[in-house]
């Protein structure tokens, strides 16, 4: 068992895209569990794109990370000390962590990963945060009908690629976006969406048009900036728009550059009766055993596929991070901690 641990702070605050710079690597010393706590190693750390927002100092639905705290995030962790009558040496659990190899902690906010999570690493990814997120904000809001047509970016990311799959079960007709050759004939080929359009196409808005010849009924809106502009035209009278995340334009500072869009947006939001509604998943965390029991059957019989990004060592994780506002993911990114 090591006696010194790791864990990777913020440095400094971007400004735009970040750099390796604006993240530390520390050695700590590990902590010593007392009476009704466990010592928790991280196996698997989860990276998302929120948390390009907490490096941010702007009001936002959670508070910034502070300059020199602990970068935030979820892990997969396994018991390695127990003083806990609830937790046995061995156990794996799922905690918010943050980027850290080692914490100490008293069992209230750890959850127990049961045999349905297999691989582990799906309990951050297909069967965690963000499947979850693409679940309750496609069936809450964007009510997806048989023979309707849903469209989501990202398409080979865990939220897009469960919300085309989740889309297809419901009868669907999905639509998926995704950056690269690679990435796209996995969404169509892999994933089995109907049809995949590459954003990065100079013909893109056209190619989006022809792979929707019946209009788009749901937007699930994942990316925001240039996809949301080719989308919009293409809404059908009484589309659903979830607003999940806008990874576009996380690393943007300030106003966007070019003509105020707003006012035409809200015309076409007016005179097509389209719902634009935004949601952060935690508002649904009510539905977690309903989504896990559910997607966990459908991975077993065969009608959910994904895919993980497994970036191996702990120091990796900041470049890992900044690639994957890029698109340099290719599926769920997550780093797998190679300590004790
Ligand atoms: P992904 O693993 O899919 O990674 C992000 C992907 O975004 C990249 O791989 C890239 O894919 C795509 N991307 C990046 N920049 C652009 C761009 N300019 N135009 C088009 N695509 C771009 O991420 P997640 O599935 O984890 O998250 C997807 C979105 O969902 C994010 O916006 C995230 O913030 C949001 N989210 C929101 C939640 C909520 O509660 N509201 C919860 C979880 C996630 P490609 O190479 O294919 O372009």
């Known amino acids: 068992m090591h006696t010194t641990g790791r864990q990777i702070v913020l440095a400094a605050r971007p400004t735009g895209t970040p750099k390796s710079t604006d993240f530390r690597l520390e050695e700590v010393a590990v902590p010593e569990p007392g009476d009704g706590e466990v010592l928790l190693a991280t196996r698997y750390l989860s990276l998302d794109p929120y948390m390009r927002g907490r490096m941010d100092d702007?009001?936002?639905?959670?508070?910034?990370?502070?300059?020199?705290?602990?970068?935030?995030?979820?892990?997969?962790?396994?018991?390695?000390?127990?003083?806990?009558?609830?937790?046995?040496?061995?156990?794996?659990?799922?905690?918010?962590?943050?980027?850290?190899?080692?914490?100490?902690?008293?069992?209230?906010?750890?959850?127990?990963?049961?045999?349905?999570?297999?691989?582990?690493?799906?309990?951050?990814?297909?069967?965690?945060?963000?499947?979850?997120?693409?679940?309750?904000?496609?069936?809450?809001?964007?009510?997806?009908?048989?023979?309707?047509?849903?469209?989501?970016?990202?398409?080979?990311?865990?939220?897009?690629?469960?919300?085309?799959?989740?889309?297809?079960?419901?009868?669907?007709?999905?639509?998926?976006?995704?950056?690269?050759?690679?990435?796209?004939?996995?969404?169509?080929?892999?994933?089995?969406?109907?049809?995949?359009?590459?954003?990065?196409?100079?013909?893109?808005?056209d190619e989006l048009a022809a792979a929707c010849p019946n209009g788009i009924d749901v937007y699930f809106e994942l990316v925001g900036g240039g996809v949301w502009q080719a989308v919009m035209p293409l809404l059908n009278q009484f589309a659903r728009v979830p607003v999940c995340g806008l990874i576009a334009q996380y690393n943007n500072s300030g106003q966007p550059e070019g003509p105020d869009r707003l006012p035409a947006t809200m015309r076409e939001v007016l005179?097509?009766?389209?719902?634009?509604?935004?949601?952060?998943?935690?508002?649904?965390?009510?539905?977690?055993?309903?989504?896990v029991d559910e997607v966990s059957a459908w991975i077993s019989d065969g009608r959910v596929r994904f895919r993980e990004d497994i970036v191996k060592g702990f120091a990796n994780a900041p470049e890992a991070f900044i690639g994957m506002l890029d698109g340099r993911n290719f599926g769920k990114l997550i780093v797998e901690i190679d300590e004790d």
């Not at 850290?100 to 069992?107: F, I, L, P, Q, Y």
């Not at 023979?147 to 990202?154: D, S």
């Open 58 to 205: 702007r009001k936002s639905y959670a508070a910034p990370t502070p300059v020199g705290g602990v970068m935030e995030g979820e892990v997969v962790a396994e018991v390695v000390r127990s003083r806990h009558p609830d937790y046995g040496i061995g156990e794996r659990v799922l905690a918010r962590l943050g980027w850290r190899t080692h914490a100490v902690c008293d069992g209230t906010e750890l959850t127990k990963l049961d045999s349905r999570f297999s691989p582990v690493t799906t309990a951050l990814g297909v069967l965690g945060m963000p499947g979850m997120t693409a679940y309750t904000g496609l069936l809450t809001i964007g009510k997806p009908q048989p023979n309707q047509t849903v469209v989501v970016a990202a398409a080979s990311g865990p939220v897009g690629s469960m919300v085309g799959q989740i889309a297809k079960i419901k009868g669907a007709r999905a639509v998926g976006i995704a950056g690269g050759a690679q990435k796209c004939a996995f969404v169509k080929g892999e994933l089995g969406f109907d049809a995949v359009v590459d954003h990065r196409s100079p013909d893109f808005a």
């Open 271 to 291: 005179s097509r009766s389209l719902t634009m509604r935004g949601f952060i998943v935690r508002e649904f965390w009510d539905q977690r055993p309903a989504f």
